[in-house]
C-alpha cells in the first residue's frame, strides 16, 4: 500500500501495525455493529441476562425452557456487538511544524496507526483537524488508503486554540467514543479547556503530546533574535545558562502538569518524542491507556 509506505516512511509499516489491536477499554456506543460490546441491551448475539417480560415485547425471545419449568415469561437479553466511534483531533498549528522529523509528521503517523487499528476492526474513525478544517470520516479496511491520503494532505496552519477548534466540531462530538488528542498542547490559552469540552461530552480522552528532543534541551547561545513561528512575534534575547535553565524548568513544569491533569482525572496519556520508532510509540501509548490486547 503507498500510502502507508509514504506516510511512515517504511515499506514493512502495515506488518507491524497489523500486530497491533485496539480495544475500547470502556463501553462505548454506537450505530453501526462492529467488534466492541456494549453494555446496552437488545438483540444481540452473546446471551446476557434474562428480564420479566411486559406487554409489547416481541415473542420471539421469550424462554420457552424458562417458561415451561417457572410457568412465568421470561425475555432473554443479549449484548449487541457494537463498532467504536475514534476522534482523532490532530493539532496542525504552525508550532507542530518544527523538528525532524516534523511534530506534525510524527503526530500523523500516530495517528494513522491508530486509525488503521481502529478500521481493520470496523470503528468509525473521523480526523479532526486543529485549527478546525474540513472533517473526514472513515469506516472499515477498504478506507485506509484514502485515509491515510487524508492525513498526508493536511499542511500546518494558523496558531494554537485547541478549545475553539475542538468547539467547532460539536455537532460531530454528540456521538460519545474515544477522543484522541495529538499536539504539543502550546496553547497561549492552556490544554485544559479543550479537554474539559471532551471529558464533559463523555468521551473516553488519551493526550498524545509531541515533542522534538530539541524543545526539551535546547542548545542554543549568543545574541539571538526569537521569531513566534505563529503570530510573527520577535524579541531580541542574549540568550544566557540561567535563560535556558528558565525555560527548561518552564518545558518541565508544562509537561508535569500535563502528566498531572491526565492522572487526576483518569485520562490516558503520553509524551512521545518524534526520534522514537512510531511502532514502539503506539504500543506504549495503548497499553498506558488499557486499551491492548
Same mark, same amino acid.
Request: glycine share 10%; proline share 4%; net charge positive.
Given at each position: 500500500?503507498?500510502?502507508?509506505?509514504?506516510?511512515?516512511?517504511?515499506?514493512?509499516?502495515?506488518?507491524?501495525?497489523?500486530?497491533?489491536?485496539?480495544?475500547?477499554?470502556?463501553?462505548?456506543?454506537? $450505530?453501526?455493529?462492529?467488534?466492541?460490546?456494549?453494555?446496552?441491551?437488545?438483540?444481540?448475539?452473546?446471551?446476557?441476562?434474562?428480564?420479566?417480560?411486559?406487554?409489547?415485547?416481541?415473542?420471539?425471545?421469550?424462554?420457552?425452557?424458562?417458561?415451561?419449568?417457572? !410457568?412465568?415469561?421470561?425475555?432473554?437479553?443479549?449484548?449487541?456487538?457494537?463498532?467504536?466511534?475514534?476522534?482523532?483531533?490532530?493539532?496542525?498549528?504552525?508550532?507542530?511544524?518544527?523538528?525532524?522529523? $516534523?511534530?506534525?509528521?510524527?503526530?500523523?503517523?500516530?495517528? !494513522?496507526?491508530?486509525?488503521?487499528?481502529?478500521?481493520?476492526?470496523?470503528?468509525?474513525?473521523?480526523?479532526?483537524?486543529?485549527?478546525? !478544517?474540513?472533517?473526514?470520516?472513515?469506516?472499515?479496511?477498504?478506507? %485506509?488508503?484514502?485515509?491515510?491520503?487524508? *492525513?498526508?494532505?493536511?499542511?500546518?496552519? !494558523?496558531?494554537?486554540?485547541?478549545?475553539?477548534?475542538?468547539? $467547532?466540531?460539536?455537532?460531530?462530538?454528540?456521538?460519545?467514543?474515544?477522543?484522541?488528542?495529538?499536539?504539543?498542547?502550546?496553547?497561549?490559552?492552556?490544554?485544559?479547556?479543550?479537554?474539559?469540552?471532551?471529558?464533559?461530552?463523555? +468521551?473516553?480522552?488519551?493526550?498524545?503530546?509531541?515533542?522534538?528532543?530539541?524543545?526539551?534541551?535546547?542548545?542554543?547561545?549568543?545574541?539571538?533574535?526569537?521569531?513566534?513561528?505563529?503570530?510573527?512575534?520577535?524579541?531580541?534575547?542574549?540568550?544566557?545558562?540561567?535563560?535556558?535553565?528558565?525555560? &527548561?524548568? $518552564?518545558?518541565?513544569?508544562?509537561?508535569?502538569? %500535563?502528566?498531572?491533569?491526565?492522572?487526576?482525572?483518569?485520562?490516558? +496519556?503520553?509524551?512521545?518524542?518524534?526520534?522514537?520508532?512510531?511502532?514502539?510509540? %503506539?504500543?506504549?501509548? *495503548? &497499553?498506558?491507556?488499557?486499551?491492548?490486547?
Amino acid at each position: 500500500m503507498s500510502e502507508a509506505g509514504r506516510l511512515f516512511d517504511d515499506p514493512d509499516s502495515l506488518r507491524w501495525l497489523a500486530r497491533l489491536d485496539l480495544l475500547a477499554r470502556q463501553v462505548i456506543s454506537g $450505530a453501526r455493529r462492529g467488534e466492541h460490546r456494549s453494555r446496552r441491551r437488545g438483540a444481540g448475539t452473546v446471551f446476557s441476562d434474562h428480564r420479566s417480560y411486559s406487554r409489547g415485547d416481541d415473542l420471539r425471545y421469550v424462554d420457552w425452557n424458562v417458561y415451561g419449568r417457572l !410457568g412465568a415469561l421470561f425475555l432473554k437479553e443479549f449484548e449487541i456487538e457494537e463498532s467504536a466511534n475514534v476522534l482523532l483531533l490532530l493539532d496542525r498549528s504552525l508550532s507542530m511544524d518544527f523538528g525532524e522529523p $516534523a511534530k506534525l509528521l510524527y503526530a500523523k503517523r500516530i495517528a !494513522g496507526a491508530l486509525g488503521f487499528i481502529g478500521l481493520c476492526h470496523m470503528d468509525r474513525v473521523e480526523v479532526l483537524p486543529l485549527p478546525a !478544517g474540513e472533517p473526514r470520516a472513515f469506516t472499515g479496511r477498504r478506507q %485506509v488508503p484514502a485515509f491515510f491520503e487524508h *492525513l498526508l494532505s493536511l499542511e500546518a496552519k !494558523g496558531g494554537t486554540d485547541l478549545l475553539s477548534g475542538v468547539r $467547532a466540531y460539536l455537532p460531530r462530538l454528540r456521538r460519545r467514543g474515544v477522543a484522541v488528542l495529538l499536539s504539543d498542547l502550546c496553547d497561549p490559552g492552556g490544554f485544559r479547556p479543550a479537554l474539559e469540552f471532551l471529558r464533559h461530552r463523555r +468521551h473516553r480522552v488519551f493526550i498524545v503530546q509531541v515533542v522534538a528532543p530539541w524543545e526539551l534541551k535546547p542548545e542554543i547561545s549568543g545574541n539571538l533574535r526569537l521569531v513566534d513561528c505563529e503570530d510573527g512575534t520577535r524579541l531580541d534575547v542574549r540568550m544566557t545558562d540561567d535563560l535556558l535553565r528558565a525555560y &527548561r524548568e $518552564a518545558f518541565r513544569r508544562l509537561c508535569a502538569s %500535563v502528566a498531572g491533569y491526565a492522572l487526576r482525572h483518569g485520562v490516558g +496519556h503520553a509524551r512521545l518524542r518524534t526520534d522514537r520508532p512510531v511502532s514502539e510509540a %503506539v504500543l506504549s501509548l *495503548l &497499553r498506558r491507556g488499557g486499551v491492548v490486547r
